[in-house]
């Protein structure tokens, strides 16, 4: 009996590990929005705090691609070549951008609500580009998660200033830039690998982003508070590289199916750290609307991961 629980314990310990990751990882994510508030607090501006936050990020990336690179010594054909660019300014530099200047309009927790939409837009987009059918059960549940947001929305303009219908805008086209970054790479992803693309695909926004702030500022635009660049590292930190090790650790631990529907605590948490941090309201109707749309986008979550091998 004891020789029995000796050997399971290991199994169970790596299973519970597994766990505890993916949620550090969702939570890790989701506090991004929070660091970019309370940054915006110290008026600094949208294209400034970017900048921050990547060239905080690029050195780790730059490092992963090195290490990916020698792993896997095959050359980038032109095809690959133009797909890194093309979708790493697509999903993450101009997502990220229009993400943050979103911010400036919206609380944290409506933002990550709209961005938690991104399986929904990826399930769409897909529809139109591989002309596949979308079933009755995926309508409803997509019905579901836009009925929460909704329900947010409205709340929120009831209780905050203007430009709301801006700041949505902004973030859920956001959103559409990553599901399109999602949906277009997956076969470099297959071909390059999933490291490498990815860190390729950061440093390419990394440089975007840098670039773009030295083109619309001046050199003065650094003189900030020590607050910014604390909060910028922070955001680099924790809701940008520990989430990439932490979710992959996740994911050969429980699976990658496992792991993303852990994942779905994401939007709950940033409406209770924007609760405390921020002083945003945590009503009913957010609660309820935030519901919706997790159990919206689990539903289509369960329903690929039937159709997939993870």
């Known amino acids: 009996m004891m020789g029995t629980q ?9 299973v519970l590990i597994g766990v505890i990751f993916a ?6 994510s989701s506090g991004k929005a929070i660091f970019i508030k309370l940054a915006y607090q110290d008026n600094v501006d949208a294209i400034t705090l970017l900048a921050l936050r990547m060239a905080f990020s690029v050195p780790f990336f730059i490092g992963v691609a090195i290490w990916a690179q020698r792993r896997n010594a095959a050359p980038l054909s032109r095809h690959d070549r133009l797909m890194v660019l093309g979708l790493g300014l697509i999903g ?35 529809a139109l580009i591989y002309k596949q059918s979308i079933g009755k059960k995926i309508i409803s549940a997509m019905a579901l998660s836009y009925l929460g947001i909704v329900l947010v929305f409205f709340h929120d303009v009831e209780v905050k200033q203007s430009g ?16 399109v970054y999602l949906v277009g790479a997956g076969h470099s992803i297959a071909r390059i690998g999933v490291a490498r693309f990815t860190a390729y695909s950061m440093v390419v926004a990394s440089l975007a982003s840098l670039l773009q702030l030295a083109v619309t500022h001046p050199s003065s635009a650094f003189n900030l508070p020590s607050r910014v660049y604390e909060l910028a590292l922070s955001m680099a930190v924790f809701s940008t590289i520990l989430p990439v090790f932490l979710v992959g650790y996740a994911i050969r631990c429980i699976g990658a199916g496992r792991a993303s529907l852990i994942g779905t605590i994401g939007p709950v948490s940033t409406i209770y750290m924007a609760y405390l941090f921020l002083g945003e309201n945590m009503s009913f109707i957010r609660i309820a609307g935030s519901l919706l749309v997790m159990a919206g986008v689990l539903i289509i979550s369960m329903d690929s991961h039937k159709r997939v091998d993870y």
Do not use: C, H, W
């Open 23 to 28: 949620l550090l990882a969702a939570v890790g």
């Open 164 to 179: 709301m219908l801006l700041g949505t805008a902004l973030v859920f086209a956001s959103t559409l830039s990553y599901s």
């Open 6 to 14: 000796s050997k399971n314990f290991p199994v169970n310990r790596e």
């Open 92 to 126: 993450y530099y101009l997502s990220s951008f229009l993400d943050f200047f979103g911010l400036q309009y919206i609380s944290a927790g409506l933002e990550r609500l709209i961005l938690f939409l991104y399986p929904t837009m990826t399930v769409i987009l897909s």
